[in-house]
């Protein structure tokens, strides 16, 4: 079972797993950022303090990651004490 699949199980998706592969890799994105954010052992509201920003935000970060700026991920990762990686394959 791929990842994309585990999502539909756990999500308990109705829809066609297809339609959901364009937006998986933002999903993606937002379930590593909230790992990484609760590994470091914090809180969406004391990550929120840290950047200056609302819980909302962080919680739209998680969330809904779609069109993200890679400048606002290097914050919000420098922000846990992690540093960003970009690969290009």
Partial sequence: ???LQKFVRIRGCRVY????KD?????RIGQILRTAREDAGFT??????????????IS????HSVD????TLKEY?????KKLYVEIL
């Fill in 17 to 20: 797993p297809d339609r959901l």
């Fill in 68 to 71: 993200i700026r890679l400048s």
């Fill in 1 to 3: 079972m791929d990842n």
């Fill in 44 to 57: 969406q509201e004391e990550l929120a303090r840290i950047l200056n920003t609302q819980k909302s935000a």
């Fill in 23 to 27: 937006g998986f890799a933002e999903v």
């Fill in 60 to 63: 739209r970060i998680e969330n």
């Fill in 77 to 81: 990762v420098e922000a846990l004490g």
